[in-house]
């Protein structure tokens, strides 16, 4: 039986990205069954499980423990409501970005701001004894941002197709949903409000506190962490090599703090070794040279594993003793 379980998109350019990923990571993950399969392995993990599933379920599997980990949307995770205490954000992954806004008709040319949209519903309610309708698929957060905000004269109306054309339909006068380009708002003749912004949502990288973490099960994941954390390091960070000739030692150590970077294990006598950010590393170079250090070489890592990784310490100490 596997140690640990990750659930991952079974579709859509989220999978895409998602397996592009831990590909970039050294953690390839290969289908079982081809294409249409629904099980997955993991390169280097004999011990993980990985399931194909919809954004939507990973949500759910997370919060009820039937899987370990899983990446998809916060907006999806933040919708929990009291169920997102369950959820471990172990880390943001940079892609899947969505803003999750408040959409009024682009012809309500006084309507800007959620101020002006609470005087729209009070006014409403008062002309015409109905509340303001928002359509929207995520009840929860659009409750807790419009209860935030003092709108209190409106009704959700639950959304189960395209949230965009419920104003147009007639079914709803407002929405709230997840944007990336605002074009298919603007198409459908909707503009965010200027202080509508709900949420700023992207991929992550999440684990079940409500899972079964078993020693086998933390420790595969902490080996999957410190392996994604070496990988970020390694496109962030440069190796600058020197001899350190006639340089001050002491001169040597100040440029490295100065350049934010650290001193790297070295075994030869006369020589310093120290990561600097990538960006950084053609500066901190000619710096060592102009101090007497030479010659200097810039080297590239795929990987720089922590003697302690980070996320992984980090993630032990949000789980504690689940």
Known sequence: MSALTIAVPSKGRLQEQTLAFFADCGLAISQDGGKRGYVA???????????????????????DGDVHVG?????????????????????PLGFGRADLVVAAPAAWLD?????????????????????????????KQTHAFLDGRGVDDYRIVESLGATEGAPAAGVADVIVDITTTGQTLAANHLKTLTDGLILRSQAQLAASRAASWTPAARATFAAILDQIEAREQGRSLKLV???IGGASPDALNALVARMGGRLASESEPGLIAFYCPAERAPEAS??????????????????????VGTLSA????????H
């Open 111 to 139: 309507v800007t701001t959620m101020a002006d949209l609470d005087e729209v519903s009070a006014a409403m309610r008062a002309r015409t004894g109905k509340r303001l309708r928002v359509a929207t698929k995520y009840l």
């Open 241 to 243: 090599r020197a001899a």
């Open 286 to 307: 000619a710096a060592a040279a102009a101090l007497g250090a030479g010659p200097v070489g810039v080297f590239g890592s795929d990987y720089v594993f922590e003697r």
């Open 71 to 91: 990446v998809t949307g916060e907006d999806l995770l933040r919708e929990l409501g009291t169920a997102f205490e369950r959820i471990v954000m172990v880390k």
């Open 314 to 321: 980090r993630f032990a100490e949000a789980i504690g003793s």
């Open 41 to 63: 392995r993991m390169a280097g993990q004999a011990d993980v499980e990985v399931r194909l599933l919809s954004a939507g379920d990973i949500t759910a599997a997370l919060r």
